[in-house]
T-cell receptor
Framework: DAGITQSPRHKVTETGTPVTLRCHQT?????MYWYRQDPGHGLRLIHY???????DKGEVSDGYSVSRSKTEDFLLTLESATSSQTSVYFC??????????FGSGTRLTVV | GENVEQHPSTLSVQEGDSAVIKCTYS??????FPWYKQELGKGPQLIID?????GEKKDQRIAVTLNKTAKHFSLHITETQPEDSAVYFC????????????FGKGTKLSVKP
């Protein structure tokens, strides 16, 4: 996806371990978002950022934290991974034309 | 807060037929309604969007209609092709600063050759 990359693409981790997912953009957009996608639930907002060091919670933020020290990077951390956090995680950036551009996603499995 | 309902959850059509997916939203202040297409293993991709000051928008074989009074909007795909097979998501929210879109749960469209 042009201008936005997520890493890693796949990760398997053990219950109780911390995990950090990275979203990197080259578009210099102000707004960045983290969503999780689960069958039957669609896309649910975890956290979002409206600038460097400016973040806020979404509807499913429990167990997650974020950081944004640079415009281009938005990190999502699972402080102590649980099996309920097994999901596909998508990062999105928002341009001035309102539309979101999503990354390719990170498939996280917590065992 | 905003709530978006999307129907149907699955839709199967024959190639060449039309497909219609419908969404309703709850927050009358929402002013931006995009539609996303997600192919297997990929992130959602914006295919068309509409703002609250417009009732209909077309782009080749796809169109979106918005009824603000009834708080519903629909995606119409004409002359469907096998490559239209994907999961489609509608969303609603405030456009511009702090988009904060709320998404529907998705419709899996299958186009049979």
């Amino acid at each position: 996806d042009a201008g936005i990359t997520q890493s890693p693409r796949h990760k398997v981790t053990e219950t109780g371990t911390p995990v950090t997912l990275r979203c990197h953009q080259t578009e210099n957009h102000r707004y960045m978002y983290w969503y999780r996608q689960d069958p039957g639930h669609g896309l649910r907002l975890i956290h979002y950022s409206y600038g460097v060091k400016d973040t806020d919670k979404g509807e499913v933020s429990d167990g997650y934290s974020v950081s944004r020290s640079k415009t281009e990077d938005f990190l999502l951390t699972l402080e102590s991974a649980t099996s309920s956090q097994t999901s596909v995680y998508f990062c999105a950036i928002q341009g001035t034309d309102y539309g979101y551009t999503f990354g390719s996603g990170t498939r996280l499995t917590v065992v | 807060g905003e709530n978006v309902e999307q129907h149907p959850s699955t839709l199967s059509v024959q190639e060449g037929d039309s497909a219609v997916i419908k969404c309703t939203y709850s927050d009358s202040a929402s002013n931006y309604f995009p539609w996303y297409k997600q192919e297997l293993g990929k992130g959602p991709q914006l295919i068309i969007d509409i703002r609250s000051n417009v009732g209909e928008k077309k782009d080749q074989r796809i169109a979106v209609t918005l009824n603000k009074t009834a708080k519903h909007f629909s995606l119409h795909i004409t002359e469907t092709q096998p490559e239209d097979s994907a999961v489609y998501f509608c969303a609603a929210g405030y456009g511009g600063s702090q988009g904060n879109l709320i998404f529907g749960k998705g419709t899996k469209l299958s186009v049979k050759p």
